[in-house]
């Protein structure tokens, strides 16, 4: 207080001489007065030491680098948030694109389509199906279930009943053959598997004292080819096999089939299963009490 009475009458001792401009100072704080015509303003200023000045700096400079962490950060997150999302994104067109495949492929068989006939975008799913190890789950699985659902019944002694499996499947397992599957070298490890497989079905069957007969959609013209492929193959035994007749070559696949089934039933045998991967051999009357589709090797049309 005793303070600021000086610096005021310094002031007005100032101004009764007419002009001032003087520098008052203390510890505390310094006061600077220059004339401005008739006005005096007063100026004052805060001084640090050179340490808190270097705090201050320093502390300016880590909220800085805080800032700019952040900054970083939150780039970062959100870069992996859409990446993330895209991968999201990117699965859910893959398992639309599968999904769209199988249902497809499940009509192809349902239709007896050919390979030129399936998408372009359902090459590579046709070829995961195989190389995935797909084919040969699903018709083991299958033939599982044919084994399980046999080993509990037992044929009559009359001889009359009776199981149709599919040779033309048999045939596609065990040989390239004139079809149109093209079996490369790397998968004829997997083409092995498959016969064996197969194979494994009709031993179980004709030991349990099933006769199981062979049908073709084949001419009856190469029935010596036939037998001949068959043997080699493994399947040198059957009870019957079932060729076309020239008269039943322009009957649809599906009528061919069924009509010999027909006649086996008016001979009086009883159909205990029809196996095939072909839809065309499950259609029609006279189909056996229960049965069973194989994994389809339409896939390797492709």
Excluded at 229 to 241: C, M, P, V
Excluded at 249 to 272: C, H, K, P, T, V
Aim: charged letters at 20%; proline letters at 1%.
């Amino acid at each position: 207080m005793a303070d600021m009475e000086y610096l005021l009458s310094t002031v007005q001792r100032g101004s009764e001489c007419g002009s001032v401009s003087g520098l008052l100072s203390d510890r505390n704080f310094s006061v600077v007065i220059k004339e401005m015509g008739s006005h005096y303003i007063v100026e004052s200023g805060i001084y640090m030491s050179s340490f808190a000045a270097a705090i201050f700096v320093a502390a300016l400079v880590i909220i800085g680098v805080l800032l700019l962490t952040l900054l970083i950060a939150l780039t970062v997150m959100l870069e992996s948030c859409q990446s993330s999302h895209s991968g999201v994104f990117e699965q859910v067109r893959t398992s639309d694109q599968d999904d769209y495949c199988n249902t497809f492929a499940f009509h192809a068989e349902l239709n007896n389509l050919e390979a030129d006939e399936f998408p372009t975008i359902c090459k590579q799913h046709t070829l995961q199906y195989i190389t995935k190890g797909r084919f040969l789950r699903e018709l083991n699985l299958t033939v599982q279930v044919a084994e399980n659902y046999f080993s509990t019944m037992t044929p009559s002694n009359d001889g009359l009943d009776v199981i149709l499996m599919d040779v033309d499947d048999i045939l596609e397992i065990a040989h390239n053959g004139s079809s149109a599957l093209h079996w490369s070298n790397e998968d004829e490890n997997m083409r092995h598997l498959a016969h064996t497989i197969v194979s494994r079905l009709l031993r179980k069957l004709q030991a349990s004292g099933w006769s199981v007969s062979f049908f073709t959609r084949r001419s009856m013209r190469i029935k010596n080819a036939t037998i001949a492929s068959l043997t080699s193959a493994g399947y040198g035994e059957w009870s019957s096999l079932i060729m076309r007749s020239d008269d039943e070559l322009l009957m649809e696949n599906w009528e061919y089939i069924s009509g010999r089934r027909m006649q086996l039933r008016d001979q009086g045998f009883r159909i205990a299963s029809v196996i095939s991967s072909r839809m065309d051999a499950l259609q029609g009357p006279c189909l056996g009490k229960r049965n069973f589709k194989l994994a389809s090797a339409i896939y390797y049309k492709v």
